[in-house]
């Protein structure tokens, strides 16, 4: 599928970084110039409904031909991640890999080692693409762009196919929590979704954590320090306080695995007068989220205690809730994509995802929205990659699930 590689090169060149500072949808003008070239793209294969709102959204249909099957979805995120750089990135394309680390050209001291990345152990022979090691790669989600537009391409190429309508949807922000605030659902008017925003390959994600931010606002008082004797309050101090009472051993990201939620700080900003911190609460449990947001309340008062001047403010923000209960509501979700896997040649893997996707707030609004994999790995960092042949096995499933889908009514 050299048109594959290709389309996912030139998406992964253009800059759509996510900025998380501003209130502007989309956030940052490159997903504008993503949006458009797909939507030239999504013109070319003679899709109907082709366009772009104003809100850089891009929306298309693979007409059905099948009467009577139910309307599916396929969503990716044309955004990429505001934790690393994604200015002219430049993919470096290793075919037939040998299975050894691969040293990026642009920095020889970022390697993507085999003993960090397990998943390379399987891919020898396989054609990987990287980075140069100075910016990150774009596969989350760029893999599932070049997925979705290439089976539109098989699937308008191939009519003795038989499937229902296909609605594709391109989002906007979706590395920054806003990934849906601006779809429409009855726009999409679907049945089912799924997202392709998935690592590896055969991957059912149908399980999300649930997600809530904390804002916590830290109020200090500045004087010049060669007068501050009893009369300056630190923000920073008081901030560095708060900090330690939360917990590290357990409920962080470094602590955590499989099923337990934390409570992890992962910005913190500010000076002497104020600083602010914010904090990710997740859970598969909804219910946790509420007993997470009470410890942070009882962290700011063992600070009060070491710090009665200063003013803490905790503010809690709803992200997204777990998506499986909305998918216990349309069972078939998850039973045809289990078997769209198997008709490509894998076996599913049924995963609980450790964070969340549009499909999580797509399910939660009530259309359900399981996540595919579309073979990218090491995701939000400059040892980013992502291999060619499972992005192929990604085409394939869709190609097999808008087949199923044509058998429903």
């Known amino acids: 599928m050299s048109t594959l590689l290709d389309r996912f090169c030139r998406y992964v060149k253009v800059e759509t970084t996510a900025n998380e500072d501003t209130e502007a949808y989309p956030s940052s003008p490159g997903q504008f110039d993503l949006g458009r070239m797909l939507t030239d793209e999504l013109k070319s294969l003679h899709l109907d409904d082709v366009g772009m709102d104003e809100h850089g959204i891009v929306m ?12 599916m979805a396929w969503l990716a995120h044309m955004d990429t991640s505001p934790e690393f750089t994604a200015k002219d990135v430049k993919p470096a394309v290793h075919e037939n890999y040998d299975g050894n680390d691969i040293v990026l050209s642009g920095d020889k001291a970022r390697v993507i080692r085999v003993a960090e990345s397990p998943e390379l ?9 990287t980075t140069d090691g100075t910016t990150l790669l774009g596969a989350d989600d760029k893999s599932g762009v070049a997925v979705i537009m290439t089976a539109a391409e098989h699937l308008m190429s191939h009519p003795e196919l038989k499937h229902g309508p296909i609605r594709i949807v391109f989002t ?8 849906t605030d601006k779809l429409d659902l009855k726009k999409i008017d679907a049945t089912v979704a799924y997202t392709l ?38 923000a920073l101090r008081v901030a560095a306080t708060f900090l330690s009472h939360m917990p590290s051993d357990t ?32 859970s598969f449990v909804t219910a946790d989220l509420a007993d997470q947001a009470k410890l942070l309340d009882t962290i700011a008062e063992k600070t009060r205690a070491a710090h009665p001047e200063a003013e ?10 777990n998506m499986i209960e909305a998918l216990e509501k349309e069972p078939r979700a998850n039973k045809l994509a289990q078997e769209a896997i198997r008709r490509a040649g894998l076996e599913p893997k049924l995963q609980s995802i450790r964070g969340g996707t549009d499909g999580s707030r797509l399910s939660e609004m009530g259309l359900p929205t399981p996540n595919l994999s579309v073979g990218m790995h090491n995701f939000h960092s400059p040892l980013e990659f992502a291999c060619l042949e499972q992005m192929e096995k990604a085409v394939e499933v869709l190609v097999e699930l808008a087949q199923l889908w044509g058998n429903e009514k």
């Open 60 to 71: 298309a249909t693979i007409p059905g031909n099948v009467d009577g099957a139910p309307t």
């Open 121 to 129: 152990a399987a891919l020898k022979g396989k054609t990987i693409i």
């Open 172 to 179: 906007c922000d979706e590395e920054i929590g806003r990934g």
């Open 197 to 234: 925003d998935g690592e590896d390959q055969g991957n059912l994600e149908c399980e999300t954590f649930s997600a809530d931010q904390a804002i916590i606002t830290i109020a200090g008082k500045n004087i010049h320090p060669g007068f501050a004797k009893d009369r300056m309050v630190n």
């Open 251 to 282: 409920m962080s990201p470094e602590s955590t695995e499989g099923r337990e939620g934390f409570l992890h700080p992962y910005v913190i900003d500010g000076g002497v007068p104020e600083v602010r911190i914010k904090c990710l609460l997740r």
């Open 312 to 321: 803490i403010g905790i503010r809690i923000q709803k992200q997204y809730r």
